[in-house]
């Protein structure tokens, strides 16, 4: 009994060749755009402090330094700028989360103290993507 059916192609094509070209460049493209350099990625950090959910202090980290103090809601934080950082240096709100936070130094990194109501925040240049997943 023989088959009436034709065998498949198996040898690649040189449209295959074009779809296989295309894909690797798309690719690479997409890399490019999502890792490539950023057009504000020299954009100086901005440390802005809020305390009751109202900005007290907005300022270039470069010339924020020194040591600054917030009070709010009955305690009080010594914040500490120096080297392009900032630290709370203490606290006498009871958790002492904030303190123990250590240094800041990239963009849309935080302190927070929440008795106190005091949020640090660094805005600025973000130097790498917002999210890896995998």
């Known amino acids: 009994m023989r088959s009436n059916s034709s065998p498949a192609k198996t040898r690649p094509t040189p449209w295959d060749a074009l779809v296989v070209a295309a894909v690797v460049l798309l690719g690479a493209l ?10 504000h990625a020299d954009a100086p950090l901005t ?27 009955g305690y009080t934080l010594t914040v500490f700028v120096h080297d392009g950082q900032v630290e709370v240096l203490h606290s006498d709100c009871p958790g ?36 890896i997943v995998g």
Do not use: M, W
């Open 30 to 39: 997409t890399a490019l755009l999502f890792y490539g350099p950023k057009a």
């Open 96 to 131: 002492q989360d904030c303190v123990r936070s250590g240094a800041i130094s990239r963009a849309g990194q935080s302190l927070v103290c929440l008795p106190a109501q005091v949020v640090i925040h660094l805005e600025g240049a973000v130097d790498g993507p917002d999210v």
């Open 47 to 73: 440390c802005v402090v809020s305390v009751g959910g109202q900005v007290a202090d907005a300022a270039p980290l470069a010339s924020f330094s020194g040591e600054h103090t917030y009070s709010h809601n």
